[in-house]
């Protein structure tokens, strides 16, 4: 076992070397260009995974900008596009409470139509139409 964990570190150093060549923008790799770090990496054993770690990969995220607080770019975005959180809507907020109030409206009139129905119905004032127990109803035929 030990024999072959040699075998398998230089296998996934390459593997993991060559895929993130192969994903790194061509633009920001460093020294050679992006086809000569794969060749480097797949014929060089050891020396060219090890090289591409240290000589060829990008070495930060932001790609040679730099990056403040007070930038006018945040998370990709520019200012006027930034997209805004809800409870900062102003606009939203309003849409909000438009929308709440024609609800509690909504509900009040259902209520006052379901308390309507109900002393109906208490009082004796309306029953089913085809409720076949009712007196005044004139039977089959």
Not at 29 to 52: D, E, K, Q, S, Y
Not at 72 to 99: K, N, W
Request: charged share 25%; aromatic share 8%; with cysteine.
């Amino acid at each position: 076992m030990p024999r072959y964990l040699g075998v398998l570190l230089e296998f996934g150093l390459i593997i993991f070397c060559l895929i993130e060549c192969i994903q790194a923008p061509s633009a920001r790799v460093r020294n050679l260009p992006t086809w000569a770090w794969i060749l480097l990496i797949l014929f060089v054993p050891i020396v060219g995974p090890i090289a591409w770690l240290v000589a060829g990969r990008p070495t930060s995220a932001s790609g040679g900008r730099s990056v403040s607080w007070r930038s006018t770019e945040t998370a990709g975005f520019p200012e006027y596009e930034r997209p805004v959180a809800p409870d900062d809507d102003r606009e939203f907020i309003a849409r909000l409470a438009a929308s709440d109030s024609s609800d509690r409206e909504l509900l009040a009139k259902w209520e006052a139509d379901l308390h309507e129905r109900e002393a109906k119905l208490r009082d004796g004032e309306q029953k089913p139409a085809d409720d076949p127990d009712d007196p005044g109803r004139p039977g089959p035929g």
